[in-house]
């Protein structure tokens, strides 16, 4: 299953249900349930005017003359061994953290796979 967002997948019922479009039932139910229940609004932070603001001073702040700049830092890149077939984003999720593909460069080397 594949998802438009798996960010916003990640916050969960009542505000996201994933389901397969090709199973009818679960579509349905999905939508019933969503339909039943009274959720309270809710914004997460980075969609917030002071999340915003954070992204623009990151951008306002960044060196763009320098090649040098690198985001995410590789600093907060975290290893984690998924099982055999695992996506990154399963495995991930298991340990709550967020598969960040551009770091799929730095541990796909001879050097990082043999540690």
Known sequence: MSSQSPYLERLGAPYVYSVKLTDKSSLEDAIKLAVKHKSKPFVPEEF????????VNMLVNRDLCSNSSRWPPRSELLV???APG???VNACESYDLVC????FPLVNTAEALSR
């Open 48 to 55: 917030t005017a002071h999340g915003m603001l954070i992204r």
């Open 80 to 82: 984690k061994l998924a």
């Open 86 to 88: 695992e996506s990154c």
């Open 100 to 103: 960040e593909p551009s770091f």
